[in-house]
């Protein structure tokens, strides 16, 4: 099976190392650098049970976290590549109904919440803001270098035999007699057996050139790095804003949700929101130096939710998309559902709620 794959970023660099170890042989096209856009501008928050209380949801994050541990464990083996899967936890911190709030969490192996007093937070993170009475504490959430998982995932899939060609766009998706046929680049004809779509925010424009209705849009998320030597978390704290302590000695700060187009900014008022919600939680940051500052446009689809699987009536299409902000997340999950969709047929879980299709269905 002959397999072209538009867009570089994580998932379709995780789609590609998929199909490459499945005996694909698989073409990537990334019209910049791996990880360039969404994926590497992304904090790497591995928690399931965080965005989004839908149940498809919740169901597709969690088998994906649950094998994250075995894909960081493969591309380290694969490319020598550490990817910092830290898995100290995060916490919530809490300002109404404890009891309630507290058991969002439950119900899930590996996630189970512990309700903290402030006598807990100041034993384990005393730098919170006094305000903050109660917190729940997942050690179930993990959080990862997104940026060296992008690398890794790339480097397997070269390593796997996948061809990675980058600076070069894709210009049209061929669509013939009811089934994709490849693209054309620079005005040359790329043919293929098959055809994934996993250009993220991008892929919408992409798709609609081949006469595909899918509602991608750009939504900007601006973050700020702080210095964080001496650290003041150990933790992965997710309030208004989410802080991530990296091991390299940088605090990520995240992330605003804006709908600005393709605007490629970093605003005053955004970095101003965060690190006014960095402050608030924890009052010793305001004295931290700002490492850098940056953005990235999250694909997302009206509903929040990913666009996954093959496009009816166009035989050898597949959309892999608008994973919003849980591309990080997401990964691992949607490559072996990319992979099974192209190499067995179907997948071996109910998404019929990511269906790509849904919009057009109910006139939405």
């Given at each position: 099976m002959n397999v072209l794959v538009v867009g570089g970023g994580?998932?379709?660099c995780a789609s590609a190392w998929e199909l490459a170890r499945a005996g694909c042989t698989v073409t990537l096209v990334e019209r910049g650098q791996p990880g360039a856009e969404a994926s590497g501008a992304a904090a790497g928050l591995l928690a399931p049970m965080g965005e989004s209380s839908r149940t498809a949801f919740q169901a597709l994050a969690v088998a994906s976290w649950r094998l994250f541990p075995e894909v960081v464990r493969a591309l380290r083996d694969a490319t020598g590549v550490d990817a910092e899967h830290v898995t100290r936890g995060t916490v919530y911190p809490l300002h109404g109904d404890v009891e309630r709030e507290a058991g969002a969490w439950t119900g899930i192996p590996g996630l189970t919440a512990e309700l903290w007093d402030r006598k807990a937070i100041d034993a384990r993170e005393p730098a919170l803001s006094p305000r903050v009475r109660h917190a729940v504490f997942v050690a179930g959430d993990h959080w990862i270098n997104n940026q060296r998982l992008v690398l890794a995932y790339a480097q397997a899939a070269v390593a796997a035999g996948v061809r990675l060609v980058t600076g070069r766009e894709v210009s049209r998706l061929l669509v013939e007699g009811g089934r994709a046929r490849?693209?054309?680049i620079g005005g040359a004809r790329l043919e293929a057996d098959a055809v994934v779509v996993a250009a993220g925010a991008w892929s919408g424009a992409l798709l609609a050139g081949a006469g595909?209705?899918?509602p991608v849009e750009p939504r900007r998320g601006q973050m700020v790095a702080l210095a964080h030597v001496p650290p003041l978390l150990t933790h992965c704290v997710h309030g208004e804003v989410y802080l991530v302590p990296r091991p390299s000695g940088e605090l990520l700060v995240g992330a605003t949700v804006e709908d600005a187009g393709f605007a490629r900014a970093v605003t005053a008022e955004g970095v101003g929101w965060l690190?006014?919600?960095a402050i608030d939680l924890v009052p010793a940051l305001a004295g931290a130096a700002i490492a850098r500052t940056w953005c990235g446009f999250r694909p997302w689809a009206p509903d929040g939710l990913p666009l996954l699987g093959p496009w009816p009536g166009i035989e050898g299409l597949l959309i892999a998309t608008a994973h919003y902000r849980n591309g990080i997340l997401l990964a691992p999950i949607t490559a072996r559902l990319v992979r099974e969709w192209i190499v067995?047929?179907?997948?071996?879980?109910d998404v019929t709620d990511f269906r790509p299709d849904?919009?057009?269905?109910?006139?939405?």
């Amino acid at each position: 099976m002959n397999v072209l794959v538009v867009g570089g970023g994580i998932i379709g660099c995780a789609s590609a190392w998929e199909l490459a170890r499945a005996g694909c042989t698989v073409t990537l096209v990334e019209r910049g650098q791996p990880g360039a856009e969404a994926s590497g501008a992304a904090a790497g928050l591995l928690a399931p049970m965080g965005e989004s209380s839908r149940t498809a949801f919740q169901a597709l994050a969690v088998a994906s976290w649950r094998l994250f541990p075995e894909v960081v464990r493969a591309l380290r083996d694969a490319t020598g590549v550490d990817a910092e899967h830290v898995t100290r936890g995060t916490v919530y911190p809490l300002h109404g109904d404890v009891e309630r709030e507290a058991g969002a969490w439950t119900g899930i192996p590996g996630l189970t919440a512990e309700l903290w007093d402030r006598k807990a937070i100041d034993a384990r993170e005393p730098a919170l803001s006094p305000r903050v009475r109660h917190a729940v504490f997942v050690a179930g959430d993990h959080w990862i270098n997104n940026q060296r998982l992008v690398l890794a995932y790339a480097q397997a899939a070269v390593a796997a035999g996948v061809r990675l060609v980058t600076g070069r766009e894709v210009s049209r998706l061929l669509v013939e007699g009811g089934r994709a046929r490849g693209a054309t680049i620079g005005g040359a004809r790329l043919e293929a057996d098959a055809v994934v779509v996993a250009a993220g925010a991008w892929s919408g424009a992409l798709l609609a050139g081949a006469g595909v209705e899918a509602p991608v849009e750009p939504r900007r998320g601006q973050m700020v790095a702080l210095a964080h030597v001496p650290p003041l978390l150990t933790h992965c704290v997710h309030g208004e804003v989410y802080l991530v302590p990296r091991p390299s000695g940088e605090l990520l700060v995240g992330a605003t949700v804006e709908d600005a187009g393709f605007a490629r900014a970093v605003t005053a008022e955004g970095v101003g929101w965060l690190l006014a919600g960095a402050i608030d939680l924890v009052p010793a940051l305001a004295g931290a130096a700002i490492a850098r500052t940056w953005c990235g446009f999250r694909p997302w689809a009206p509903d929040g939710l990913p666009l996954l699987g093959p496009w009816p009536g166009i035989e050898g299409l597949l959309i892999a998309t608008a994973h919003y902000r849980n591309g990080i997340l997401l990964a691992p999950i949607t490559a072996r559902l990319v992979r099974e969709w192209i190499v067995e047929g179907r997948p071996s879980l109910d998404v019929t709620d990511f269906r790509p299709d849904r919009f057009v269905r109910s006139g939405a």
